[in-house]
Nanobody, 120 residues
Framework: QVQVVESGGGLAQPGGSLRLSCVVS????????MGWYRQVPGKQRELVAT???????NYADSVKGRFTISRDNSKRAVYLRMNSLKPEDTAAYYC??????????????WGQGTQVIVSS
């Protein structure tokens, strides 16, 4: 019943910017941790950034200083502002929501992904 939906992907030029959004629905609870992960064909999914309900953040070294993660707890939403994009940022970006609620059927949910392409 819980749904995780990403949006905002698309095409950007090197040095450009994109803003990704993710909204969680189907629950009255806010995730303890929300995050963004990315994956390219043939490679494992990797962490991009995470943020807790208290706004504690964690970034991959490859995106530090360029990407900014934020969240709106009341909207159960998480955002990823991507600046100074590089071709190596091209990937499918996935939103993850992790809960600490014992009454839920499970505590980890993924979205379907949104494609980001960085190319001239």
């Amino acid at each position: 019943q819980v749904q995780v939906v990403e949006s905002g992907g698309g095409l950007a030029q090197p040095g450009g910017s994109l803003r990704l959004s993710c909204v969680v629905s189907g629950t009255i609870f806010s995730p303890y941790i929300m995050g963004w992960y990315r994956q390219v064909p043939g490679k494992q999914r990797e962490l991009v950034a995470t943020i807790t309900t208290g706004s504690s953040t964690n970034y991959a070294d490859s995106v530090k200083g360029r990407f900014t993660i934020s969240r709106d707890n009341s909207k159960r939403a998480v955002y990823l502002r991507m600046n100074s994009l590089k071709p190596e940022d091209t990937a499918a970006y996935y939103c993850n929501a992790n809960f600490r609620v014992v009454t839920m059927a499970k505590n980890d949910y993924w979205g379907q992904g949104t494609q980001v392409i960085v190319s001239s």
